[in-house]
């Protein structure tokens, strides 16, 4: 079993910066695959950015690229969100997850782990 705990979201205005976090614990971190959807008010749950079988090998959706940079620190058991040049259209509860399978998906149906959430708002 494993246990995530997000937090650093927040209420921001358009073009700000913000940083989430994730607390991993339960399994050895540095062997997680690890990642972060999101869901808007009326939306359904999206992929937003994970990693793959290493550090080197990252995954983002078309809508967050070059704007949203996922990190990990496993010193720590910590992932890490780094958003820049937020948009409206980015407020959403975003998660933490720990993908299975070997191969990659966006497919919610991908993730084994789901931590609570915290809540982007960003203003215009």
């Known amino acids: 079993q494993v246990q995530l705990v997000e937090s650093g979201g927040g209420l921001v205005q358009a073009g700000d910066s913000l940083t989430l976090s994730c607390a991993a614990s339960?399994?050895?971190?540095?062997?997680?695959?690890m990642g972060w959807f999101r869901q808007a008010t009326g939306k359904e749950r999206e992929f937003v950015a994970a990693?793959?079988?290493?550090?080197?090998?990252?995954y983002y959706a078309d809508s967050v690229k070059g704007r949203l940079t996922i990190a990990r620190d496993n010193t720590k058991n910590t992932v890490y969100l780094q958003m820049n040049s937020l948009k409206p259209a980015d407020t959403a509860v975003y998660y933490c997850?720990?993908?299975?399978?070997?191969?990659?998906?966006?497919?919610?149906?991908?993730?084994?782990?789901w931590g609570q959430g915290t809540l982007v708002t960003v203003s215009s």
């Open positions: 990693f793959g079988w290493s550090t080197d090998n990252t």
């Open positions: 997850v720990v993908r299975s399978g070997a191969a990659f998906s966006p497919s919610p149906r991908s993730v084994d782990y």
């Open positions: 339960g399994r050895t971190f540095s062997s997680l695959r």
